[in-house]
Each structure stands twice: as C-alpha cells, then as structure tokens.
Nanobody
Framework: QVQLVESGGGLVQAGGSLRLSCTVFGRTFSSYTMGWFRQTPGKDREFVAALSRVDGSTEYADSVKGRFTISKDNADHSVYLQMNSLKPEDTSVYYC???????????????????WGQGTQVTVSS
C-alpha cells in the first residue's frame, strides 16, 4: 500500500510564497517519478511540475515556470513544491502524485501517475 501525505497549503497574499510537502509511505521513494498537479472546481486537473527519477530533470507548466520549484529529499521520502510570487490564479487544490513509469525532460507531464495524495488547498488573495 502506497500512501502520499501532503501538507503546507494555506492562505497567502499575492506575491507571497508557500512550500508544499509530500511524503511517500510504503515503497522505495527513489523508484518513483514525482509530480504536482492542481485542480480548481469546474476545471480539469492541471499539470504543475514533475521531477524525473532517472536523471533528476524537472518539467514545469508554462504558467508556473520561473516561480515554482520542485525538489525532493530521498532520505525523508519527500517531494516539495516551493511556490514564489504567487498569483490569485494559482488558487487551487494541489495534489502530489507518484508514477512508476520513468521519464525524462519534457515527457513527465504525459505519463500516467499511479498514486495520489489527498490534496491541499492553496488560496492566494489579491
């Protein structure tokens, strides 16, 4: 049984920062491609960022490039999403996800993700 537990969401003013955390329980953390997605009510789930387990390369959605950074700590079995210069349009529920499929570079947004966290709410006020 693989479980992903997220934390770090909250309310922040526009221009502020938040750091989301996701800890993976149940299997070898280093065997997963890790990703972050977000979903707003009434809209499709949107890819945010991913980190390859093959070569450590990262991929970002254009809307967050230059503002968000994905990273991981294998010792803590955790992946992080540092979000800077937040905008009201970043308001959403953010989900951590883990994929068994390997990827690299700009392919990680299109692979199937096998395990998902429960989601954490991020609200950015204007």
């Amino acid at each position: 049984q693989v479980q992903l537990v997220e934390s770090g969401g909250g309310l922040v003013q526009a221009g502020g920062s938040l750091r989301l955390s996701c800890t993976v329980f149940g299997r070898t953390f280093s065997s997963y491609t890790m990703g972050w997605f977000r979903q707003t009510p009434g809209k499709d789930r949107e890819f945010v960022a991913a980190l390859s387990r093959v070569d450590g390369s990262t991929e970002y959605a254009d809307s967050v490039k230059g503002r968000f950074t994905i990273s991981k700590d294998n010792a803590d079995h955790s992946v992080y999403l540092q979000m800077n210069s937040l905008k009201p349009e970043d308001t959403s529920v953010y989900y951590c996800a883990a994929a068994i499929t390997a990827c690299s570079g700009y392919g990680c947004s299109h692979i199937p993700y096998d395990y998902w966290g429960q989601g954490t709410q991020v609200t950015v006020s204007s």
